[in-house]
């Protein structure tokens, strides 16, 4: 039973442009949700986060959306670079009913065009 | 420098051996955890611990083990009873739940 859920595997998008990852979620009871961003054959490395009581965090190119009624959180990056070509990973915990670890997605492989 | 290390960052071993992975931290984290990633299937829980001396099953514990006897360590041991050992393990730490948890470089197994 996959509880977050990242539907496409892969996305390119031409430089500067603005790129949109999505991550979808099943259990209400996750309420922080992260995104990590991972190169080949290294760890991943966190990007952004954000609490269910907002809808919206920012931090510089990075933007990351919360929609707790569709269970739906997105990740903006604009403009997108080269160096922004990576698998991105959303993730999800639910702190507040003890459980105590992050639940991946299966990712989604993000190309910048030049 | 404060961080988490995994060594070695390739293994290759015979089916039915069993292999441990190391995973280091010096961030003075309580948690750590492991994690394994295959293509296509994101990364998949396998152990976590919160304080020494205590650990849980994560999704997919079965043919696995570790061990938290300190703080900074927690290894885990690839048993033959694991079906199909060959993927990227990842290994994290934090100090709470709901902050992000810092990754190792990984270990790239292969068993031949």
């Given at each position: ?114 | ?7 070695p960052?390739y293994l290759f071993r015979k089916?039915?051996?069993?292999v ?88 790239r197994l292969t068993v031949v």
């Amino acid at each position: 039973d996959q509880q977050v859920k990242q539907n496409s595997p892969s996305l390119s998008v031409q430089e500067g442009r603005i790129s949109i990852l999505n991550c979808d979620y099943t259990n209400s009871m996750f309420d922080y949700f992260l995104w990590y961003k991972k190169y080949p054959a290294e760890g991943p490395t966190f990007l952004i986060s954000i609490s269910s009581i907002k809808d919206k965090n920012e931090d510089g190119r990075f933007t990351v959306f919360l929609n707790k009624s569709a269970k739906h959180l997105s990740l903006h990056i604009v403009p997108s670079q080269p160096g922004d070509s990576a698998v991105y990973f959303c993730a999800a915990s639910s702190y507040n009913f003890g459980n105590e670890k992050l639940t991946f997605g299966t990712g989604t492989r993000l190309t910048i065009i030049p | 420098d404060g961080g988490i290390t995994q060594s070695p960052k390739y293994l290759f071993r015979k089916e039915g051996q069993n292999v441990t992975l190391s995973c280091e931290q010096n961030l003075n984290h309580d948690a750590m955890y492991w994690y394994r990633q295959d293509p296509g299937q994101g990364l998949r829980l396998i152990y976590y611990s919160q304080i020494v001396n205590d650990f849980q099953k994560g999704d997919i514990a079965e043919g696995y083990s570790v061990s938290r006897e300190k703080k900074e360590s927690f290894p885990l041991t690839v048993t033959s009873a694991q079906k199909n050992p060959t993927a990227f393990y990842l290994c994290a730490s934090g100090t709470d739940t709901n902050t992000e948890a810092f990754f190792g470089q990984g270990t790239r197994l292969t068993v031949v």
